[in-house]
Structure formats: C-alpha cells, structure tokens
T-cell receptor
Framework: DVKVTQSSRYLVKRTGEKVFLECVQD?????MFWYRQDPGLGLRLIYF???????EKGDIPEGYSVSREKKERFSLILESASTNQTSMYLC????????????FGEGSRLTVL | GQQLNQSPQSMFIQEGEDVSMNCTSS?????WLWYKQDPGEGPVLLIA???AGELTSNGRLTAQFGITRKDSFLNISASIPSDVGIYFC?????WGYGNKLVFGAGTILRVKS
C-alpha cells in the first residue's frame, strides 16, 4: 500500500521560530511536492522536487525553503515563521509526472502565534 | 497565474440526491482530475480525464473533460453519507521539468441522512 507520511499532524509555533515539516514516501517516487491548503483558496504549490538535491519553486515559495537529501524524504522549512503561514501543509509524491495522480500525506496543521 | 473557478463552494443535500459540481478556467489544460479529501485526510484521486470530450465513470461518479479543454464537471449519483468531504478539481499543464497541477478552491459536500 502506498504511503506518504508527514511527521507532525499538529504544530503550534511562535512568530520568528524556525519550523521543519518532514515528509517521507515509501513508493520510490521521483517527484515530491509541498502544497498549502487554505479555505477558499484550494491547494497552492509551494515547492516541488524532481530528483535528489533538485528543487523548483511553485506558485507561492516566498518565506519557505525545501531540502531533498534522500529520494524518499522532502522537508519544508520556514526560516522565520509568521502568522500568515498558519495553514494546513500537504506533502505529495507522484510515480508518473504525466498522469496527474498525486499521493498525499494526511497533512500538517501549523498554527503560528 | 492560472486559475480554476470551482462551483458551488458548498452543498448540503439529502441522502439519495444527485450532485453536480464543475470547474472552469480561462486556460487550456491537457488533463483534468477530480480529487476528494475526507475529513482529517489528504486528497485522493477519484477520476482522471486525458482527452477533450472524454466522459468517464467510476461507480456512482461521472466526470467529463470539456471539449474546449477549459472546463470539467463531476456528477455523483444517489449520494450517501460517506460522500461528505471536499472535492477538488485540478487541471494539469506542462511546466518546467514536468507537469503542474492547478487546483480549484474546492466544493464542500455535506449530506443529510
């Protein structure tokens, strides 16, 4: 069974803190993605990676960075969290970049106070 | 950037009723997809459409890829309580090193039993 696992379901952080969101997939997928989900805005792409150590900016990369040191792991980093980064973060991977089928994790709900 | 207009934003329907939702865009997409997100989970792919004019069914679900490639609809027949959740349309287009998904804002479905 395919699995994308996000390390934290719920986090509460303070403004200015550094935040790490970890994602691991066990499907040997090449491509991994980080999305942000907000009510009324749907899912917006933050960053994606098509290979180890490779990354591409999505639609809303400002305030975020990513790291992909191993194929199965893709981390999202908030260098200095701000209140407007309070959101649900979803990690995903895909086996074939042409099908559009993404496999999502359960999400990490981040609250920045 | 590309935007998808998804409607309705939410629906509250009686069990057994049919449901219809749609997505439109000013951009042309090469693939249309419909995802469902159950409460507390990540989105899961329901139906993928790869050809303009294509009509595809998956159990009680039916979806169509508009002939102009700028729209798609999803119908759910005879709704049941487990249909509750958020339904997202997504359009795929070529971008950078692969394909990019653009998501609609979602349709929240609530079913009265």
């Amino acid at each position: 069974d395919v699995k994308v696992t996000q390390s934290s379901r719920y986090l509460v952080k303070r403004t200015g803190e550094k935040v790490f969101l970890e994602c691991v997939q066990d499907m040997d997928h090449e491509n991994m993605f980080w999305y942000r989900q907000d009510p009324g805005l749907g899912l917006r792409l933050i960053y994606f990676s098509y290979d180890v150590k490779m990354k591409e900016k999505g639609d809303i990369p400002e305030g975020y960075s990513v790291s992909r040191e191993k194929k199965e792991r893709f981390s999202l980093i908030l260098e200095s969290a701000s209140t407007n980064q309070t959101s649900m973060y979803l990690c995903a991977s895909d086996r074939d970049r042409n099908t559009g089928e993404l496999f999502f994790g359960e999400g990490s709900r981040l609250t920045v106070l | 950037g590309q935007q998808l207009n998804q409607s309705p934003q939410s629906m509250f329907i009686q069990e057994g009723e049919d449901v219809s939702m749609n997505c439109t865009s000013s951009s042309i997409f090469n693939t249309w997809l419909w995802y469902k997100q159950d409460p507390g989970e990540g989105p899961v792919l329901l139906i993928a459409l790869y050809k303009a004019g294509e009509l595809t069914s998956n159990g009680r679900l039916t979806a169509q890829f508009g002939i102009t490639r700028k729209d798609s609809f999803l119908n759910i027949s005879a709704s049941i309580p487990s249909d509750v959740g958020i339904y997202f349309c997504a359009g795929q287009l070529s971008w950078g090193y692969g394909n990019k998904l653009v998501f609609g804002a979602g349709t929240i479905l609530r079913v009265k039993s």
